[in-house]
Structures are given as C-alpha cells and as structure tokens.
C-alpha cells in the first residue's frame, strides 16, 4: 500500500471525524451499537470535536493518506503527562486509528514511528497510551513495538465501564 505521512490541519476535522467513527464502531460495536456507543461516537468523534483538538497547541495530529483519501491518524498529546499507572511520565499516543481495510499493511507502525519520534522531538523520555484490554489485535500490535503492559484501568462513559491496558514505551538513548 503506497501512503504518505502528514501533519494534520484544521481542514482535516471533517474528514478525521468521519474515519474515526468508522473505525471506533468497528473496534467496539463489536456487539451491535449500543445508545452509549453511539453517543461517545457523536461526542468524542464530531467535527466540532477535532476542530476543537486540532487548534490545541499541545496535540499534534499525524495523518496517513492515499492521494487525498484519510487511512489513519495518530493525536499525540505533546506536553508530558503522568500515566494513570505505572509511575510513567511523557508525552501520550491519545489516539491511533487506522481504517480497516489498511490494517496490516504498515500505516500504523509508520504512524507509532512517527508519534515516537515527535515525543522524542520533545525530548520526552517515554510515550504511553491506553488501549482497550479487549482489543487484542492492538494490544499485539503495540507489544511487537516494544510497549510494555504497565497496568490495568478502566474508562467510563454513558454510565458503561470498560477495562483498558497502560502501555508505555522508554524512548531510545532514555
């Protein structure tokens, strides 16, 4: 698959909002779409919503395209932040969302290279992330990356609690 690697801008809310929710409700309507999914979909996944992140200076968006056509994206939060476990401090990997029919075909590991490296670009010692502790396709993905497992959590919305995977990586020369 012949992609490129991008900064996102703000004209890429549009397009962002509409990958994300498609691959949000592939990973975890797994089951149908449940009311709570839908809603964390239309809330979390807007265009208001990214419009809002991609003018935050302290998020930095990386897209993957096929010409003009959006296969992924990585939302880096850029200012180090503390895991919520682990004793883990550095920038964190918010979001790493790859359409589909792209999965396997090295959009990810590019966008995770490329997240690396701006956390690196920081001089931040560590990138983490939190993953759904029932996505084992990333929680693989993340493991062959070189993340360690850093501990258990759970993320609650529209009164529904999942459990969920810190990973965290130490960055080269750390």
Partial sequence: MN?????GTRDDAETLAALSIQVFL???ATEGVRPDLAQEAFTEYS?????????????RFVVAEIG??????????????????????GVRLERLYVQPGAQGAG???ALVERAEQVAAQGASKA???IAWDRNERALAFYARRGYSDVGAGTYTFQEM???TRVLAKRLAGT
């Fill in 107 to 109: 959009v990810g590991k």
């Fill in 127 to 129: 990138i983490w992330l």
């Fill in 161 to 163: 609690t999942y459990g």
């Fill in 3 to 7: 992609f490129a690697l991008r900064d």
């Fill in 26 to 28: 592939d990973t975890y």
């Fill in 68 to 89: 003009t056509g959006l296969v992924g994206f990585a939302e880096i939060v850029t200012k180090e932040g503390a895991a919520p476990i682990g004793g883990i401090t």
């Fill in 47 to 59: 265009i208001k919503a990214f419009a809002k992140r991609l003018r935050d200076r302290g998020r």
